[in-house]
């Protein structure tokens, strides 16, 4: 896209080619922090009149927002003035955060000045930025608001507490990978008042013998915490109890017996409206504790097989909010239409219900359809017990469904037949590994109802997962630039080892459920960040 030289020394605009107003040079790609230094002028050319000096800077912003990041760096290769706009209103910016970008960081922190969301990652084959590089980072960019570090393993405890005194603006913190600990943790909460939302996914350096996390100042704005795969995740039961503006809680693949943090929960912090609990030690003691949650909203348990009917009933009793349900009882046969039956009858507001390896029956769908009215969204999977007699009682009472995902359940043609003349809001259905299902059902079906939505498959059964989460889904992982301080806008999340590999080994090897199920549906519900 080459302009002309004149463009730097003179106020007239230089004249191009009408028929060629831009020139891409073939190179002009950012490959490594040492290329970050303005452009060279490509070759003048002679014509007509560039138009994009008609464009005020903010418009120009604009229009690099809309390109991917390739596009994005090459365009800031153009000329003086594309670099600086660029630079000056890029506010997302991820690094490749090996130990070598330290002699590079002034000069990419002097162009990129007004990052707010910054991501630094490493792979577990390179080592990473240290305490130097991190400081320096902070004294640069002391307007950050979001943070992520991964795999950053060179950094302690020391540099983070000055990382937290220099960034006091956060609001969102995220850790995975990292081997700082328990003082780090109490740095960022203790110096960060703004904080919402805080995440700590595989920190080695929290383990049995750590202190304490308590709230800090944070306490008086965090509103969301995650906490996945930690060996000794309840230390962070000061936080949890302290922070009374809490809403969502998430604790996902943690060591250890949690009863005790929940049931401390239900008597100091009852202002949850989002739980999520999988792959966890917890029993009914546990959920008898989340309970005392009055204004819960959305729980999800799974994998949690010490749960039973007790502890749904319990939650079902005192939680009378509750709009989303997901059970994953992991064909434990030990929740049922017994629980069930006691959550039609007292979550009246019910707008989704997710069961997975659980074998209701008529019965108990029959109690979830004749009470819950607003039942929007529905996904049986895994179970046993689901047949032709329950599809025709859900096609029958299920009034206001929009959406229903059956798989890997013994039903027939006969049972997708009632579907035709009930359910008069269905949107869509998924049919999956249901081996009684025929293609001609799907297409006639399609034909009785042709603004139905149908989709069909009847591969084999395949092994469920009810994790319905970004959160709780398994991290991908993506191979990013080997050159040092690489700038990138993707996202995505680096792999690890340690202590939990064979831990994560075990559980990673599930595949994720109801994403499937839901993973088109529109999202309207706006107290929840979950998409399904």
């Not at 490749?96 to 162009?111: C, E």
């Not at 989303?324 to 039609?344: F, S």
């Not at 050159?483 to 806008?489: E, K, L, P, R």
Request: charged share 25%.
């Amino acid at each position: 896209m080459g302009q002309s030289p004149s463009m730097f020394g003179a106020s007239s605009e230089p004249e191009i080619s009408s028929s060629r107003r831009f020139s891409f040079r073939p190179s002009a790609v950012i490959s490594s922090v040492e290329q970050i230094e303005e452009p060279e002028v490509s070759e003048s050319v002679s014509g007509g009149r560039d138009y994009t000096f008609d464009l005020p800077d903010e418009c120009l912003a604009l229009v690099f927002q809309f390109l991917g990041a390739g596009d994005r760096k090459r365009c800031s290769l153009v000329c003086k003035r594309w670099f600086r706009v660029d630079g000056q209103n890029r506010c997302r910016l991820s690094l490749n955060a090996q130990s070598d970008i330290l002699p590079f960081v002034p000069s990419l922190f002097a162009r990129f000045d007004s990052v707010t969301k910054l991501a630094l990652r490493c792979d577990r084959k390179s080592i990473s930025i240290t305490d130097d590089a991190l400081i320096l980072i902070s004294i640069r960019c002391r307007n950050l608001s979001r943070v992520k570090l991964r795999g950053c393993r060179e950094i302690t405890d020391v540099g983070m507490e000055v990382f937290a005194q220099n960034c006091k603006s956060l609001k969102k913190f995220s850790c995975g990978s990292c081997l700082f600990g328990s003082k780090a943790m109490n740095a960022v909460l203790i110096h960060c008042k703004a904080l919402e939302e805080f995440s700590v996914k595989r920190l080695r350096g929290i383990h049995d013998g750590s202190e304490m996390i308590g709230t800090g100042v944070a306490a008086s704005s965090l509103k969301s915490v995650c906490f996945k795969e930690l060996i000794n995740g309840q230390c962070f039961e000061p936080l949890l109890i302290g922070a009374k503006k809490l809403t969502t809680l998430k604790v996902i693949r943690c060591l250890g017996d949690w009863d005790r943090v929940l049931e401390k929960i239900g008597s100091g912090n009852t202002g949850f409206i989002e739980i999520h609990l999988e792959r966890l030690q917890v029993s009914d003691l546990g959920l008898s504790g989340i309970s005392k949650c009055s204004n819960l909203e959305v729980l999800r348990i799974v994998k949690t097989p010490e749960c039973t009917n007790s502890g749904l009933i319990c939650v079902a009793e005192h939680c009378k909010k509750l709009r989303k349900l997901h059970i994953d009882a992991w064909r434990t046969n030990r929740i049922g239409d017994e629980g069930l039956i006691v959550v039609a009858k007292q979550c009246l507001n019910l707008q989704e219900l997710v069961l997975i390896g659980v074998n209701p029956t008529s019965l108990g769908l029959a109690a979830v359809a004749s009470n819950c009215h607003k039942l929007e969204r529905l996904a049986l999977c895994g179970s046993g017990s689901i047949g032709d007699a329950e599809i025709a009682c859900i096609a029958a009472k299920c009034v206001a469904l929009k959406k229903l995902c059956i798989k890997g359940c013994p039903i027939s043609d006969v049972g997708i037949e009632s579907l035709a003349w009930g359910c008069p809001n269905l949107a869509k259905i998924k049919v999956k590994k249901c081996r009684g299902v025929s293609g001609g059902i799907a297409d006639w079906l399609r034909e009785r109802r042709e603004s139905l939505i149908v989709n069909w498959d009847d591969g084999e059964v395949e092994r469920l997962d009810g994790n319905a989460s970004e959160v709780g889904a398994p991290e991908s992982v993506a191979e990013f630039p080997r050159t040092a301080g690489q700038v990138s806008d993707s996202t995505a999340a680096s792999s690890s080892n340690g202590p939990l590999q064979l831990l994560r080994t075990k559980f990673l090897a599930y595949r994720n459920l109801v994403p499937c199920a839901f993973r088109r549906f529109p999202n309207t519900d706006t107290n929840s960040n979950e998409n399904l």
